[in-house]
Each structure stands twice: as C-alpha cells, then as structure tokens.
C-alpha cells in the first residue's frame, strides 16, 4: 500500500539584519582620550610651571639656586594656560634674608600671573614676611635706630633694653614698645617703661632724657623704603607671643606691585625723603 505523499515546507530564507554602527562608543572614544590628553597635559603644567616660577624669583631677588621655594598652583593649570597665564599661586621661600641680616620666612601669593611672572604683570599680588624670635635682635636694633639689639615679644608687644644714664649713673632700662605700620612706614610707640630702682611713667622719663633715648620714648615713624625694593610696600605688622613651638613671631604684611618682576625699576631700593 502506497503511503501518502507529505508536503514539506520550505526552509525560509533569513535576510541578515544590517548592524548599525554603534556611534555612542565611537564619541566615548574620543571622549576618553582627550580626557586622557587633558589629565597629561595638566600634569605636565604642574611640573612644569613651579619651576620656571621658582626660577624667576631666584633671578630676581639675587637667590641661590640652593634656596628652596616651594611653589602650589591652585585650581586647574590648564584653562588659565589657554591665555598664557597661571591662575591662584602660592609661594614658600623659608629662612631668607629679606634685609639687614634679618632672616624670615616669605609667603606670597597672586590670582594670576604670566607662565613667566618677568613677561607680565601679577594681579593682586599680596605676600607676608614672618620672623621668627632668632631674628628679633635685628629687628629690636633696626626698630631702637641701633639703642637695643636685644629684646623679647611679650604678647602683642616687644621689649627692648639698653643702659640709661640717668642722675649721673647708668642703669638698666627696658621698654615696651607696639610696633604697626603707617602709610607703609613702620610706626613705633612706647607703651610702658622700666628702670632699676625708679619708677617713672613713659611721659615722666621722656622729660628726664633727651636725645635718641627721648626720640625712642615719644610715637614716631620709621622710614624703611631705603631698605626694600620699590615695588614692594608695607600694609600691615603683628606680633604674637607663643608659649610652645612654633616660636613667637613678628609678621609684617606688603603688597607687591603688579609689575615687580617685569620691570627692573621695582626692584631698586627706595628711597626715604628725609634721609
């Protein structure tokens, strides 16, 4: 007996389906690299930068290349370079001499300056000088027109001693002097006084005196333009006593003038109209 013939379907045929073309990894390719580029390119900066920043300042200020500046770059070094410039920077110079044997520590800082701070101006460009109490002497001497080169800060204050005649003998005399700054001079005024076996008020033994010591007791201005560069100018002084480390300190604060490193000019030393 004969089986009745079974159609079989036929296989359909299957079209292959065209893949697009994944264009999101193709834009996160290029996204990543030029991550990837930016990231070195702001690494490169930061090591770069500091040094030639480190450099100009060695060359302007007569530094030895063994001085140690310290340099941060704050913010992003790369978008501020796209106009040549660096944006907020802060300066370290430790253990300087910044005048008459006088050494301290200098902190500055700007909001912006050329990759090269002697091509261009710096914008609001502050710094502060801090001097540590192994340097007081030279300031009690440069503060007592050479009276004293000994003292102590005592709180806000320093004291400062020398010898007195007085009545014919000489005896140990001490004063307490507040140190500020006025109209970029520095401003000393006595605030209390002590010789050995008297007891005299500031007024009452500035009458007795006369001289550099009668100059020392009354409120008086001391012109040091002659001592600094002309592009920088005293704003500001304080003193601070400390019981423990870090040592007590006098801290004087200047503003620095926008061009100090491009024109040689600011860095002359200035001049004091009644020297």
Do not use: Y
């Amino acid at each position: 007996m004969t089986e009745p013939a079974v159609d079989v379907p036929m296989a359909a045929t299957v079209t292959p389906v065209k893949r697009r073309p994944r264009w999101w990894l193709r834009i996160l390719s290029v996204l990543v690299v030029l991550g990837l580029l930016l990231a070195g390119t702001e690494v490169a900066l930061r090591a770069i930068i500091p040094g030639i920043i480190a450099t100009s300042i060695r060359d302007s200020f007569g530094l030895s290349v063994e001085q140690p500046i310290d340099v941060d770059l704050q913010g992003s070094a790369l978008l501020p370079a796209l106009s040549g410039r660096v944006g907020r920077v802060d300066v370290t110079v430790p253990n300087v001499e910044v005048v008459d044997g006088i050494h301290a520590t200098l902190q500055a800082s700007a909001d912006s300056m050329p990759f090269d701070p002697t091509t261009g101006d710096i914008d609001a460009a502050t710094a502060s000088v801090t001097v540590s109490s192994r340097s007081l002497g030279q300031v009690v001497s440069l503060a007592t027109n050479d009276l004293a080169d000994i003292g102590e800060i005592v709180g806000s204050e320093v004291r400062v001693g020398t010898q007195l005649s007085l009545f014919g003998f000489d005896v140990p005399f001490t004063a307490l002097l507040a140190l500020s700054v006025s109209d970029g001079e520095l401003r000393v005024e006595p605030t209390a006084v002590q010789v050995t076996g008297f007891d005299f008020s500031v007024e009452e033994l500035r009458n007795l005196t006369s001289g550099p010591i009668a100059e020392l007791l009354s409120p008086h201005l001391i012109c040091v333009s002659d001592r600094i560069p002309k592009g920088i100018t005293l704003t500001d002084l304080t003193v601070q006593e400390r019981l423990v480390a870090p040592q007590a300190s006098l801290t004087l604060s200047v503003a620095l003038a926008p061009n100090i490193l491009s024109d040689p000019a600011q860095l002359e030393m200035g001049t004091c109209e009644n020297a």
